[in-house]
């Protein structure tokens, strides 16, 4: 029984087939970078959210017309699939301020693509109070824009049964990370990878449908993946391909948990239902994502202390909680080439792991498997060190 | 360069041979295999145990387990000197740098993908300049006031050494720079791992003498050297090798073997 992990490896190998079908059942697609876009409201007025990725096996040939060379890889790649015509069937785009880039990314994919519905929405870097509500008005304003675009009404009660939805979505997934918890695992770092990567390429319900499957074939299996010495943690900004996953697996280690934007992070705590459910939502995506593109600020301690150690153990804790949950040994940091802002993460985190005697080596991606064997050494080594 | 060191259960070396790599990594790894058990005299089947280590550790079809450089290395050294905590590697293609701490392995550092810094660059500079690559150590000691070269890339210092040539700069001096430029820069990618004595530095560049005092300099302090500094890694690999007999046997398992052959192999032929 493995139909459901079969399925969602299809759909990791063929993303859009899937998305052209429901568009020829006339849905509407909307394609949206990163985590940060609110997806409720695109389910709740019956639009499908499809993530918008790039595919490190196509060579960058068209967005070198339009992005610098220094612009991330990940991004130039996704423009690249953009203006090959890959992403045709999306009827629009919903972009938010992740990083500087992504801002750029927003209008040039406008400009050039020319879709029917584009929305850039301002995202706050900041958690206070203040930013919160200001968020919530940018809310409003994206709203606006739906209704506009749809012609029609979102309403508090869609709003909370997308909401509903999408809560279970991020539960069914924390209960299949939580499979990754035994030793060996039940479920690969690169095949649980697939199934995040078809939940990004489906409207919610259908991704909860095969979730569901998938958690059902996992649960019964027995030793599917070996026991290695090596339980890893891989924390970084965008893996949206197996073959890092594959390559660590393959040199002697278990990828047991992630930190990334692309794995639990979109998924570790629920929206909250508030009476306005914009409250919840503002909360939930500005708030509850650690991502090192919003400023959380110290939360000071009783003696009211504001020293390095204080400011690493409240930005990182959380970190140390799924060290401990998944028992991983080892931090993989695998940066991107050009990628600013996990990059200025990496010297504090590395220091915060240290001080916990966690082992962790810093890898830089160039999204390219070609560059992958010679990282293949220091991943053999860094398991030889923990080992 | 492939290089193979047999060793006794004394850990006596009994047999070494390094040779050039080619494009056939399998085809040359039998054919030093061969030489070393000529130099032993002991029959291939008498070997314990086989540890394949370097960039080609995963193309010896005959060798029981691979185990990374940067290990293998640490091991090599530690038999050698001790008394060594942090260790500098600069082979053919790639500068590590590896801190230890009884007797292992505990951290490291690696260069990036470009080659500059490395063996390599050397050879591309020895090529420039018309030199033999194993002169410029003796060359570099000539030099009365070493010239300042980029260290960042190994075409660009190549463009520098020729504009220095045609500014009169004498060779010596060029090659004192060159030499400054791989050691500032291995050094500074060593400080990542905190520098702390005993500092071995070892791979085939450890035999370029001016390399070595260019190294002294940056460090601040005597670093050592092993006498042939090109086996280092094959000799950690013999001796994690004899470890791995060891501990199965003490707990008294089978040794865990690969289905060995020593057949002419060919790195394009389809297994």
Redesign the interface.
């Given at each position: 029984m493995t139909e459901g992990l079969s399925r969602a490896k299809e759909i990791y190998q063929n993303r859009d087939q899937r998305a052209r079908e429901l568009k020829n059942d006339g849905k509407k697609l909307i394609g949206y970078l990163d985590i940060y876009p609110v997806l409720e409201m695109l389910t709740a007025l019956d639009l499908v959210p499809y993530r918008i990725l790039g595919d490190m096996n196509e060579p960058i040939t068209e967005a070198d017309s339009c992005l610098p060379t220094v612009v991330c890889p990940f991004l130039r790649s996704s423009m690249d699939l953009g203006l090959k015509g890959k992403y045709d069937f999306l009827e629009g785009a919903l972009f938010a301020h992740t990083c500087e880039v992504a801002e750029k990314m927003a209008h040039i994919w406008r400009i050039y693509l020319e879709p029917s519905y584009v929305h850039f929405l301002d995202t706050p870097h900041t958690t206070h109070a203040a930013a919160q509500k200001h968020f919530k008005e940018l809310l409003k304003d994206l709203q606006k824009t739906l209704e506009d675009f749809t012609g029609k009404k979102l309403t508090a009660e869609k709003l909370k049964t997308a909401i509903k939805a999408h809560n279970q979505q991020r539960a069914l997934m924390r209960e299949l990370y939580d499979l990754r918890k035994s030793d060996p695992p039940l479920i690969s770092g690169a095949e649980n990878l697939q199934v995040n990567l078809a939940m990004v390429s489906l409207p919610v319900e259908e991704g909860n449908e095969l979730l569901t499957q998938v958690i059902g074939e996992v649960k019964q299996r027995k030793n599917n993946t070996p026991k290695q010495p090596a339980r890893l943690l891989v924390w970084g900004s965008i893996i949206d391909n197996t073959a890092l996953f594959d390559m660590i697996e393959n040199a002697g280690a278990n990828v047991v948990m992630d930190d990334t934007s692309m794995g639990y992070r979109a998924y570790s705590t629920d929206v909250k239902l508030t009476g306005d459910p914009l409250d919840g939502l503002a909360y939930h995506y500005l708030v509850d994502f650690k991502s090192p593109r919003t400023f959380r600020e110290t939360v000071l301690s009783a003696d009211k202390r504001k020293d390095y150690m204080t400011d690493l153990e409240s930005r990182f804790s959380y970190m140390k909680e799924y060290i401990e949950a998944w028992n991983a040994n080892g931090v993989i940091l695998a940066g991107l080439r050009y990628c600013d802002t996990h990059g200025y993460e990496v010297p504090d985190l590395t220091h915060y792991l240290n001080s916990i005697n966690l082992p962790n080596i810093y890898l830089e991606l160039d999204y390219s498997k070609a560059t992958l064997a010679q990282l293949r050494t220091r991943v053999q080594a860094f398991i030889e060190v923990i080992g | 360069m492939t290089k193979v060191v047999i060793i006794d259960e004394d850990e006596v070396v009994r047999a070494r041979v390094e040779s050039h790599t080619g494009a056939e990594h399998r085809r040359l790894a039998n054919k030093v295999m061969e030489q070393a058990l000529g130099q032993t005299g002991i029959p291939f089947d008498e070997i314990a145990y086989i540890v394949a280590t370097g960039?080609g550790r995963i193309n010896i079809p005959f060798a029981d387990r691979q185990?990374?450089?940067?290990?293998c290395h640490a091991r090599g050294l530690v038999s050698l000197f001790p008394s060594v905590r942090t260790a500098l590697d600069i082979g053919g293609q790639d500068a590590k740098g590896l801190k230890i701490k009884d007797g292992k392995?505990?951290?490291?550092v690696?260069n990036?993908?470009c080659a500059a810094g490395t063996g390599r660059f050397l050879e591309v500079i020895a090529d420039t300049l018309g030199l033999k690559l194993d002169d410029l150590g003796s060359i570099s000691l000539k030099s009365q006031k070493k010239v300042n070269i980029s260290n960042t890339c190994t075409i660009f210092a190549q463009q520098e050494v020729v504009s220095r040539i045609s500014e009169g700069v004498t060779i010596e001096d060029i090659v004192a720079g060159i030499h400054h430029a791989i050691a500032s820069r291995a050094v500074g990618m060593l400080k990542r791992l905190k520098i702390e004595p005993d500092v071995a530095f070892t791979g085939g560049v450890a035999k370029n003498i001016g390399v070595v005092k260019a190294i002294k300099e940056e460090v601040g302090y005597e670093i050592l050297v092993p006498e042939d500094p090109l086996i280092s890694g094959a000799l950690g690999a013999a001796l994690m090798g004899k470890e791995i007999v060891l501990k199965a046997m003490a707990k008294g398992e089978a040794i865990k073997k690969a289905e060995r052959r020593l057949v002419e192999a060919s790195f394009f032929e389809q297994e």
């Open positions: - | 960039y185990i990374t450089e940067l290990t392995l505990v951290n490291f690696m990036d993908k």
